[in-house]
């Protein structure tokens, strides 16, 4: 029996990660192997991408017996990268310079041209765990890219909502959307010449926010340097926002959503969720019976209310932000 290898979960119709060697992997160690001359950052950089010391997925996997159904089995293929976001062991975008964020965003792209060249590799997703709340095991300031040899089933069903909407009103689900938020404004967060800052219509988690362009992007490796930069803006005060809002010990998931590689979807838009587990400073939510067992979230509250706190603290966080540089 192989402790590396997917597994298919015949309900839900998904595959799962089996991978047992991550056990191991280090828990807050006191040596960062991301500083400056550390382990793993040998060299003059600014941000850097890493193979995984750890990885759920290999481009090299051990073979595995397929089984019978239900009981399936796959190789535990794909990629799985580190991204240092700066040389700096504390803080987070919102303490770093804008250009030190673009460099992370055009990085971000150009790891997806290179990982996509792969054959075997369908989608490509950069994301990020912020704080002990979500169970990071470094604190240096790092992100990571899974890269996978199916399209992920939240992904998928974006793309079957967006397809389905182009058949039945002829339009882009993510355009209409946008156009909706910024009609309506109320959950409008923070925005600039390129992208949204927006609470959803239809959060999930009490300050959950998304990040979508103004203009057709589907893939990071689409962003020219001007639209980079603004993205690179957003980011900076969406995470602004979470520290303002809950203080140090904030923390928060960031998952960007780009069209999968093989093929490139047209109807896809590129965007970045945010899910943070605070209610308030000392007040978390946590996913449970209903959330997890039927995949209904309850709301507690209103959006636009909650969306109201994130847009005067976005206020307050961009004239912070100005010393670090802003967009022209």
């Not at 309506?184 to 959060?203: Q, T, W």
């Not at 803006?233 to 926002?241: F, K, L, P, Q």
Request: proline share 7%; with cysteine; net charge negative.
């Amino acid at each position: 029996m192989s402790e590396h290898e997917l597994r298919w979960n015949p309900l839900l119709r998904c595959w799962i990660i089996v991978a047992g060697h991550r056990k191991g992997r280090p828990w807050h160690s006191i040596s960062c192997p991301f500083c400056p001359g550390g382990s793993e950052t040998q060299g003059e950089w600014d941000v850097l991408a890493l193979p995984n010391r750890y990885p759920a997925l290999s481009l090299t996997p051990p073979k595995v017996n397929v089984g019978r159904y239900p009981f399936i089995k796959n190789e535990a293929l794909g990629v799985c990268e580190v991204v240092v976001e700066t040389p700096l062991h504390e803080g987070d975008f919102q303490n770093l310079t804008l250009e030190q964020v673009f460099k992370y965003i055009l990085l971000l792209g150009k790891r997806t041209v290179e990982i996509a060249s792969n054959p075997d590799i369908k989608y490509v997703m950069p994301f990020k765990n912020k704080g002990i709340l979500i169970g990071v095991s470094l604190t240096h300031p790092h992100s990571q890219i899974y890269a996978f040899p199916f399209i992920p089933p939240r992904v998928s069903r974006e793309i079957e909502s967006a397809l389905e909407y182009r058949r039945i009103y002829g339009g882009n689900i993510f355009e209409e959307i946008v156009r909706m938020e910024l009609l309506e404004s109320k959950r409008v967060v923070y925005i600039n010449d390129g992208y949204v800052l927006l609470m959803p219509f239809y959060a999930m988690w009490p300050y959950e926010m998304h990040i979508y362009p103004l203009k057709d992007v589907k893939l990071l490796s689409e962003l020219d340097e001007s639209s980079a930069l603004l993205l690179a803006d957003t980011i900076r005060v969406a995470t602004g926002v979470y520290e303002e809002l809950f203080g140090s010990e904030y923390a928060y998931m960031m998952i960007f959503h780009q069209s999968p590689v093989k093929p490139v979807n047209e109807e896809y838009r590129l965007h970045v969720e945010f899910y943070t587990p605070h209610l308030s400073r000392d007040r978390l939510k946590y996913a449970a019976s209903v959330e997890w067992g039927a995949w209904i979230f309850t709301y507690d509250g209103l959006p636009e209310d909650r969306a109201r706190e994130l847009r005067e603290a976005a206020m307050r966080v961009t004239s912070k932000l100005s010393g670090l540089g802003s967009v022209p």
